[in-house]
C-alpha cells in the first residue's frame, strides 16, 4: 500500500489557526459509510443523527503543558517537547535544537534548579531525557501548552486545546475530536437517551510525526499508554446487547476500543487484560469487551476489520497520516477523499482547530 495513496493537497488558508467559539459552533459533514452520500449541517445538530441507546466513548486525557524552554551549558536555546514519562525522573522528549548529544546537559528555563541530561539518543530529535528531580508537579510552572506546529497563532486561553472531557494528564496532543462538544450540548444528548463513556489514550509522538515511508506497512506506529475501564467495558456490552451504536470520539478512542476487541492469551498477560474472543465476522465479537490497561501499538489502515466501532466523530486531518489512514480504513479511502474534496469546496476549516464529521 503506497504512502502517497493517502496524500491530497490542501492551501494554508485551509488550516483552521484558531478555535471557533462556542465550540459546538464548528461545522458538520456527515459521511454514509454504506453509500458515501454527503451532507451538511453544524456541530450543535448532532443529536438530530444520533440514537437513544447510542453510547459516545471519548478519550479523557488531559493535555500535559508538556513544552519547556531550556538551554545548554554552552548557551545555546534549546526547546523540550515530553512525550512519554518512562519512570518518575526520566522522560522521552522531542528536542528542538542543534548539538543535543549524549551526555548533554539542559539547564531548564523558569526554575533554575531544574535541569536534564541526555540518557539516550534515539532516532531523529528524539531523546531520552533523565531530569534532576520529578518534573511532572513542575510543569504547570515551567511548561507550555503545545500546539501543533501547524498553529501559528497564539492561543489566549491554554484551557482551549483541552476537552470537556479531560481529567487525566498525560498528552502531548488534544484528542481534537472532543474539542466540539460543551457541556450543554452534552446534557441536551443525556436527555435525548444518549449515554457517554470515557477511555484514556496518551497522545504521544505519532501525532507529530508524519509517515515518511512510501509503504505504509513499512512504517513503524509508537506505543502510546491506553486504558478502557471496567464501567466503560460494561456500557460498551449493554449497549452491544440492545441494539445501540458504539460511537468512537475520535481515532484516539477506536484505537482503545479496537485494541480491547483484539485481546489474545498472550498480549493479556503483556498489557494485563482480560482475553476477548476474535470474531466471526467484521462488527461482531463472540465474546464481551473487557477492562484494558497498558500499551497499544495498534496500526489501522485500510483492509482492518473493525469488531467495536459502528460510527465515529472526527475531524480532518494531514495528508499522509496515520490518522487519515486510520478513517480511509473505516470508510474506504475513494469515499474520504471525496469527501475531503467536498469539504475544501465547502471551505471548511482542517486540522485541530477545524471542523468535524460523523461517518455513521
Known amino acids: 500500500m503506497k504512502t502517497s495513496d493517502f496524500d491530497y493537497d490542501l492551501p494554508p488558508e485551509f488550516i483552521a489557526q484558531t478555535p ?4 459546538d ?6 459521511l454514509d459509510r454504506a453509500t458515501g452520500a454527503i451532507t451538511h449541517n453544524r456541530f450543535h445538530d448532532i443529536g438530530s443523527y ?11 486525557t488531559r493535555v500535559l503543558p508538556a513544552r519547556l524552554r531550556a538551554r545548554k551549558t554552552t548557551g545555546g536555546a534549546v526547546e523540550i517537547l515530553m512525550l512519554r514519562r518512562i519512570r518518575p525522573l ?8 542543534k548539538g ?14 531544574l535541569s536534564a541530561v541526555v540518557m539516550e539518543e534515539l532516532e531523529g530529535p528524539l531523546r531520552v531525557l533523565q531530569f534532576s528531580e520529578p518534573v511532572t508537579p513542575l510543569l504547570e510552572a515551567v511548561g507550555e501548552t503545545p500546539l501543533p506546529p501547524y498553529i501559528h497563532e497564539p492561543l489566549a486561553d491554554p484551557e482551549r486545546y483541552q476537552t470537556v472531557f479531560a481529567k487525566i494528564p498525560g498528552s502531548a496532543a488534544a484528542p481534537t475530536a472532543g474539542l466540539h462538544f460543551t457541556p450543554g450540548l452534552m446534557d441536551s444528548l443525556k436527555t435525548s437517551g444518549v449515554r457517554f463513556a470515557s477511555v484514556t489514550l496518551h497522545v504521544g509522538l505519532d501525532t507529530f510525526a508524519p509517515v515518511t515511508e512510501d509503504e505504509v506497512e513499512e512504517h513503524k506506529i509508537h506505543t502510546e499508554y491506553c486504558q478502557l475501564p471496567r464501567e466503560t467495558a460494561m456500557a ?14 475520535g481515532t484516539t478512542a477506536v484505537r482503545v476500543l479496537e485494541t480491547a476487541a483484539r485481546a489474545s492469551d498472550d498480549s493479556a498477560a503483556t498489557l494485563g487484560y482480560t482475553r476477548v474472543l476474535e470474531p466471526r465476522e467484521s462488527g461482531t465479537l463472540r465474546g464481551l469487551i473487557q477492562p484494558v490497561v497498558g500499551n497499544t501499538d495498534l496500526f489501522v489502515t485500510p483492509g482492518f476489520k473493525f469488531q467495536v466501532v459502528n460510527a465515529l466523530v472526527t475531524n480532518f486531518h494531514l495528508p499522509r497520516s496515520t490518522l487519515l489512514m486510520l478513517v480511509s480504513a473505516f470508510v474506504g479511502r475513494e469515499k474520504i477523499m471525496a469527501a475531503y474534496e467536498a469539504a475544501k469546496a465547502g471551505h471548511y476549516r482542517f486540522y485541530s482547530f477545524g471542523d468535524a464529521m460523523f461517518i455513521h
Not at 543535543?100 to 534548579?113: A, C, D, F, P, R
Open 25 to 30: 459552533a464548528s461545522r458538520l459533514l456527515l
Open 50 to 60: 444520533l440514537r437513544p441507546g447510542d453510547l459516545l466513548v471519548a478519550n479523557d
Open 90 to 97: 526520566t522522560w522521552e522528549a522531542l528536542i528542538g535544537g
Open 236 to 249: 460498551i456490552n449493554e449497549t452491544r446487547a440492545k441494539g445501540g451504536r458504539v460511537i468512537a470520539v
Open 20 to 23: 471557533l467559539e462556542p465550540r
Open 100 to 113: 543535543v548529544y549524549l551526555g548533554s546537559k539542559l539547564l531548564i528555563e523558569g526554575k533554575t534548579n
